[in-house]
């Protein structure tokens, strides 16, 4: 046949997805084609060949061999071959294309492709293609998109938090809610959706070495979000090949310790992160060993999360230190901090008479409001009560040369108040490990019992391994045993008992220590025992926190304000009393309610009104509802695994297994292992089964399906019968889906602006345009299914007037790209010069807002600007319908 010559691309339409082939030798009766991107050549008799030629036409797109793309603008025919003249997309200039040049690639357009090679899909694959660029449109404009997925409840301080932070700019703040409200889920929270977003996509996580297991676990389990971890050998391992170790992940995970080391710093520097979240950050003080990493870390990550329930931890200086970390420009004097602190009472009694915009405006100018976000149990409500059981035991002289624990009273109460509790749980805390080893030894030696341990000596997997013992219901120990790293940043709220064995002298310790027991989950009262001799420190320490600052009954705003101002004279009292003095309990007392009622009515109370807005934190929470869409995402997936192979199996109402058979249409979809899983999309089945995946439209399974439906050919082309009895027998429509899209930086999250767009034409035999006359649903609902031959033969049949009637409508779908791009960038300009102008406004009053937030927009609207100059527009999807009544 004489339409072959050497040089022309053709595409096989039995296999397309072999790429764009070219002819290679052609004798009488046989043409040889080799599809480069395969390495595989096919030989085809001349005469029936299945061969379709790729065309370009006028305002398709091309792609050259060296990856670059083109719009045709003419072409011509040279010797058989097709000459392309086109703009190349990425610096406007002039070029000539001969066809033998383009790519073998032929992803950029698959419908058209699809289209040319006379390939068809099923209806009801198209129908998915289409509804998985639906709703990622969808998706990628939700306000809460990244917060949909999170296995959490939905609870309004977290939310307003998480959706707050992850909209700046560039944040650096400081997550300071009291123990165990969800700091680790509100820095989840901000990480997915900033990932999810684009904001970010490197993240380094410091978290002190005993915590660290439970981060993975609980990035996982509540956000399927994997973090690596990195730790010396890890991290010498992969130095080997020279390249910076971290660059080889996207989400890392280090021990405090290991920064402190300092042995990678300058990879770390180099590592590209920008966002570092460091957890309980009251260890990051000037004087502790390795700051100066942490600060040059601070400085080098343009985005940062600091996280402490305590932030006051170390005094105000220490706390100002952190504010340091976060805006060194802005918390460059004590001094001054100080002297601000003194006016929260005044604003708080402005802010009383304020609402809406005005209250936002008033907050947002003053104090640490952009800073620093803490929730207090107090005004979130709902929490359990505290109660103190205090043990008054006789004081006991210590027989030389006998172990401590043989006759101190305490341990002997304790083997009998872990009779009469059982079979609940117990954590007990003290100081040290040497206490926790030799309090184990006096329960095996004198009642038989294993108990669980946990401390620093330990390794990490044998600390994990402890806390899994006490925590399994059936055959678990009784009791946890922890030194002070026990009483830090873990997860005991299934446990009301907690016996103090000793006390510390920090308040916030205290805190944190029953922080593990009142964390959200808790579902029962919690039990504080402090069994103490006669005459110790305890007896001294435990009525110096009840009665003078009641700090076991109520978490305490300012315990650590109160250390500050009486600790001398506590600690003369330790070193020389028998009892607290009496003079000391009064000071501390009267003092703690001032101390409270300044707060109460100043600080705290701003703390209050900028950690939670209710009205907006509610607008979050009905978004995520609606947004969530779990019916549509149901059928969605539904539909999917049933067109990809996927075997599913109904367990009830709510949970659904799914697994991949064996006649998978792609070899593997993200998300989903050869094992298979349950997953169910109900958020309360997800919250009770935690070992089932909560699917959503962040979740990476569905996103992998939206990928894959939207990226890939599948569904591109279809033909459906209809049958439509007063239209005549073999009347055809032509229905064209186009999709526009931005090609940029995502950082910048275009896709809030622009998210994939598309534009539909339908045209009858005649090529009369109907697109506004009749809608698609109108057809889909008309339209059933066609067997696959006919539909070839038909997609063969209408191929090049349906080629023709694409190139005849090119200039409407440009008219209708150039619209929506105006529309745009006037949206973009109008609300990113709001949001600069309103960052300007702030910083005249409050220099917490940086100049890199304000530089971020101007710098993400000159971005965006110059994405829509050029984005991609491509033939998403061809239906053609014929009528068979
Ligand atoms: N919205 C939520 N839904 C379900 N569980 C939650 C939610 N928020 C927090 N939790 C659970 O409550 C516990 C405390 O949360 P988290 O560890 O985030 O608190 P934290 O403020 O970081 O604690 P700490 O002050 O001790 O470091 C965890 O077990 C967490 O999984």
């Given amino acids: 046949m004489s339409e072959f010559n050497l040089g022309q691309r053709w595409l096989s339409e039995t296999e397309t997805s072999l790429g764009l082939g070219i002819i290679t030798q052609v004798d009488g009766r046989q043409v040889t084609v080799l599809f480069p991107s395969n390495e595989e050549s096919r030989i085809y008799a001349s005469t029936d060949a299945p061969l379709a030629r790729l065309q370009l036409s006028e305002g398709q797109q091309g792609q050259h061999a060296d990856d670059w793309f083109f719009t045709v603008t003419e072409v011509k025919q040279q010797n058989g071959l097709l000459i392309y003249f086109g703009q190349r997309h990425d610096d406007d200039s ?138 010396e050998d890890r991290v010498e391992q992969a130095a080997m090949d020279g390249d910076n170790p971290f660059l080889s992940e996207q989400r890392v995970i280090v021990s405090n310790s290991f920064i402190q080391r300092g042995d990678w710093q ?29 600060e040059s870390l601070c400085k080098n990550i343009s985005d940062v999360l600091l996280l402490t329930a305590t932030p006051e931890q170390e005094g105000t200086e220490g706390h100002f230190q952190r504010l340091k970390l976060l805006d060194p420009a802005r918390f460059n004097d004590l001094d001054n901090f100080i002297e601000e602190q003194n006016h929260y009472q005044q604003l708080a009694e402005q802010a009383e008479h304020l609402e809406g915009e005005e209250l936002d405006k008033l907050l947002d100018q003053h104090g640490t409001g952009r800073v620093m976000f803490r929730n207090r149990r107090k005004h979130i409500g709902g929490f359990p009560a505290r109660h103190l059981h205090t043990h008054a035991l006789p004081e006991y002289i210590p027989e030389a040369g006998e172990p401590w624990w043989l006759e101190d009273p305490r341990v002997i109460w304790l083997m009998d108040f872990l009779k009469d509790t059982k079979p609940q749980k117990t954590l007990l805390i003290c100081k040290t490990a040497e206490q926790v080893l030799d309090l184990a030894e006096a329960l095996r030696v004198l009642s038989g019992m294993q108990a669980a341990v946990f401390h620093e000596q330990m390794s990490l997997l044998e600390r994990d391994r402890a806390a899994e013992f006490f925590a399994s219901e059936e055959d678990g120990s009784p009791i946890l045993m922890c030194s002070e790293i026990g009483s830090e940043g873990r997860n005991f709220q299934f446990v009301q008992q907690l016996v103090m064995f000793d006390l510390p002298t920090n308040p916030d310790l205290l805190e944190q220590r029953i922080g ?92 209050e009104l900028n950690a939670c807005r209710p009205q907006q934190a509610e607008q979050i929470i009905q978004h995520i509802q609606t947004d969530s869409d779990g019916d549509s995402l149901y059928d969605f997936m539904e539909a999917f695994w049933d067109r990809f192979g996927v075997d599913t199996e109904v367990l009830d109402e709510h949970r659904l297994f799914v697994k991949p058979s064996e006649h998978m249409r792609v070899p593997a979809i993200p998300g989903l292992t050869d094992e298979g899983m349950t997953i169910t999309v109900d958020r309360d089945t997800a919250l009770t089964y935690e070992d089932i995946e909560f699917l959503s439209w962040d979740h990476p399974h569905v996103q992998a399906a939206i990928e894959l439906l939207t990226t890939e050919d599948f569904g591109s082309v279809c033909v459906a019968k209809l049958q439509n009895k007063a239209l005549p027998a073999g009347a055809w429509f032509l229905e064209l889906d186009y999709v526009a899209e931005l090609a940029a930086p995502p950082a910048i999250a275009a896709q809030e602006f622009f998210p994939q767009q598309r534009f539909r034409q339908l045209f009858d035999s005649q090529g009369r345009d109907l697109s506004s006359k009749v809608p698609r649903d109108a057809l889909t609902q008309q339209a059933s299914f066609l067997d696959k031959k006919t539909a070839r033969q038909i997609v063969k049949q209408l191929r090049s007037t349906a080629q023709s009637y694409i190139q005849q409508h090119q200039p409407a779908t440009e008219q209708w790209l150039k619209k929506s791009i105006a529309k745009a960038k006037q949206e973009a300009t109008e609300q990113l010069q709001k949001q600069k102008q309103r960052l300007v406004d702030l910083q005249q009053q409050n220099p917490s807002v940086r100049d890199a937030e304000i530089e971020a927009v101007e710098r993400r609207l000159e971005l965006l600007l110059k994405a829509l100059e050029q984005p991609s527009l491509s033939l998403y999807a061809i239906r053609i319908l014929v009528n068979q009544p």
């Fill in 94 to 231: 002039e070029v000539m294309v001969p066809e033998s040049q383009l790519s073998h690639h032929i992803d950029i357009n698959p419908a058209l492709t699809r289209l040319v090679a006379g390939n068809a899909d099923r209806h009801d694959l198209y129908l998915l293609r289409n509804q998985a660029s639906e709703f990622y449109s969808r998706w990628q404009q939700s306000p809460v998109a990244g917060l949909l997925g999170a296995r959490v409840g939905l609870l309004p301080h977290q939310l307003y938090v998480a959706q707050t932070v992850a909209e700046r700019y560039h944040p650096r703040v400081l997550l300071a809610d009291e123990v165990g409200l969800g700091k680790t889920i509100e820095a989840g929270m901000i990480l997915q959706r900033r990932l999810l977003t684009g904001r970010n996509q490197r993240v380094l996580v410091v978290v002190p070495e005993s915590l660290r297991n439970q981060w993975l676990v609980e990035m996982k389990r509540r956000f399927a979000l994997s973090l690596s971890v990195f730790d």
């Fill in 266 to 294: 300058q990879a770390l520097a180099e590592a590209e992160f920008d966002l570092l979240i460091i957890d309980e950050a009251h260890h990051m003080q000037p004087e502790s060993k390795g700051y100066s990493n942490i």
């Fill in 516 to 607: 593990r027991l009142d964390r959200i989950g808790q579902h029962g009262d919690i039990h504080i025992h402090v069994p103490y001799l006669e005459h110790s420190d305890e007896a001294l320490l435990v009525d110096w926190y009840h009665y003078g600052m009641n700090a076991f009954e109520q978490c305490n705003p300012v315990g650590r304000a109160l250390y500050e101002e009486f600790h001398h004279e506590l600690e003369q009292a330790l070193d020389f009393s028998e009892s607290l003095p009496e003079k000391l309990l009064e000071a501390t007392k009267s003092r703690h309610q001032q101390l409270l009622a300044e707060v109460e009515s100043g600080r705290d109370r701003l703390q």
